[in-house]
Nanobody, 125 residues
């Protein structure tokens, strides 16, 4: 599966952005899709994941209540709606997919074989 992340940009503290991860090349419904983010100072951190059905979602504590992950099967795209953005949300955001991942590994970047190219989100105070 190929992944294409988009939607990043410059935002102010408290603003909202929506990221999109468009997929192609394989059956969308087979894949768990997740978002991770990375800054130069840190490793790639888990942000959110959604299971194949879209019925189960998982979030990092730092974004719970502010970010929402969703998937559109018709568009084979996964979205990350980011509300109440904070300067500490500044990072490059990557989407990742796996067709053979167990629930306990959803937060583990090493468990995902397929990655998009990243989209930069910058939040200013």
């Amino acid at each position: 599966v190929q992944l294409q992340a988009s939607g990043g940009g410059l935002a102010q503290d408290g603003d909202s952005l929506r990221l999109a991860c468009a997929t192609s090349g394989s059956t969308f419904s087979r894949y768990v899709v997740a978002w991770f983010r990375q800054t130069p100072e840190k490793e790639r951190d888990f942000v959110a994941a959604i299971d194949q059905s879209g019925g189960y979602t998982y979030y990092a504590d730092s974004v719970k209540g502010r970010f929402t992950i969703s998937r559109d099967s018709a568009k084979t795209t996964v979205y990350l709606r980011m509300n109440s953005l904070k300067p500490e949300d500044t990072a490059v955001y990557y989407c990742a997919a796996s067709s053979s991942i167990i629930t306990s590994n959803y937060r583990n970047s090493a468990a995902y074989a397929n990655w998009g190219q990243g989209t930069l989100v910058t939040v200013s105070s």
